[in-house]
């Protein structure tokens, strides 16, 4: 089960009008798409994305790219579970109330486990070998972990566990997160991936959905388990593929949004597109391939430490560290510095961008600075405290 | 003092009748209805200390009529009441706060609103036997 339903405010203004797993992410993939090869590549064939705000582009991606690689003869699926408003009358209240309102799909179906993710991570994982560990330990729930400086864990889940794995201590979002025995400078982060037993999940978000807590796995159901002393163990993430890096990231949030595009421009990086042995699926629409070309007067375009999907046209302009969407277009002498440009987005002669992330279709005007000057560009667009500016779809220039 | 009130959602005629006689006798105070639609519409109109709901009903089931008490009072105590002691593998019936099956001897009952009751420190009434000795 697959929690795709956020609203996506910590994405915002990127997730006005489409949800959040459907954003698009290095250049040709959709958020969604990390999680979803996970499970085909774990040989996990039977999914329900739980979704509830404008999910129709999600909903025509993931039918697009999914459809053909499942079996419905072999029973294999990927379903989409928006709120049905039967058992109880609301919108899912928190990730624990999505599952709540959704018991009668593990009814119906009986499976011992359950795989619970989420749809705005990006990471390469074996899951069959978490539930391998799960069935092992005998435990109602296992969580993934990764290490972490821990000043990084604040606005994480941080996990302690005793020497046998068992999860001993859960702290969501600490403003001092505890350190590791050992290594009082990392932190044990939970990664939002889990496993639990059927029946635990069932009872456990039932007992909360007569709470007025927040209905929140991170903030309410786990803290609870782990204080009542339940066997909740910590599995340490192993990255899937050819890759050694423990790469795992929270793209949902901008900062993270636009981080994790600078880390796919590193000449090598830690998530591996490029490994075939653990493939990351999507939908390719049919475009031409990227295209690099001279201005006039042979002024040499110059891209480098950048992902060009299909369909771009670079002329004559300097690229670097940026991550293009399919059908970009770059006009000559323009400068795009560590700049995520989405579908067809067109950047005019002479412009400048630099750290700025700009959503699909939206045309640059000719000679457009943005970047160079943070507080000019905070009067027209969001710009975060880490000086990334959003220029969100159906801007106008003046 | 006010007496305890217990809303009974049953179709069946008889059994309905039977709980509402029973419970009167205990001393509580009761509205017995015949559906999930009339049980949701009681529970607007007045206060009520415990459910004992029914699970198959035509219409809006016991499941169905569960999930919309609690979507109006999630701290209600609702009692399912079935014939079929299966019921309990229900994932869907996991939210109620207790499961008592159907019988003429109603002594389970009692004792499981009694134990709702306590739960919110309220004491429930003495059966009147008990209260005659």
Redesign the interface.
Known sequence: MVLAGGEGQRLHPLTSGRAKPGVRFGGTYRMIDFTLSNCINSGMRRIHLLTQYASTSLSRHVRRTWASRLSDDMDEFVDFVPPQR?????WYAGTADAI?QN??I??EERPECVVLLSGDHAYKMDYEAMLAYHLEVGAELTMAAITVPREKATQLGVLEADDKGRVVGFLEKPADPPGMPGRPELSLANMGVYIWS??AL??TV??D????SAHDFGRDIIPKMVQDGRPVYMYEFMPAGRSPHKYWRDIGTIEGYWQAHMDLVAPVPELDLYDDTWPTYTYKPPLPPAKVICGQDFRQAQVHDSLLSAGCIVCGADVERSVLSPSVRVQPEAVIKECVLMDDVTIGEGAYLQRVIVDEGVAIPAGYSIGANPEEDAKRFVVTDGGITIVPRRVMFE | MEKLRILVIEDDDNQRELYKQDLVWVGYDVIAVRSGQEGLQALREQPVDVVLLDIAMPGMDG??TL??I??YD??MPVILNTAYSSYKD???T??A?AYVIKSHDTTELHKAIAAVLKKRGIQAPPEPAEASE
Do not use: H, P, V
């Not at chain 1, 039967?86 to 609301?90: K, N, Q, V």
């Open positions: 039967l058992f109880a009358d609301r709540f018991l009668f593990l009814q059927t029946s069932a009872e039932s007992t959905s007569r709470t007025n | 499941i169905e999930g919309k609690l979507d999630n701290q229900d994932f869907m996991w939210a706060e």
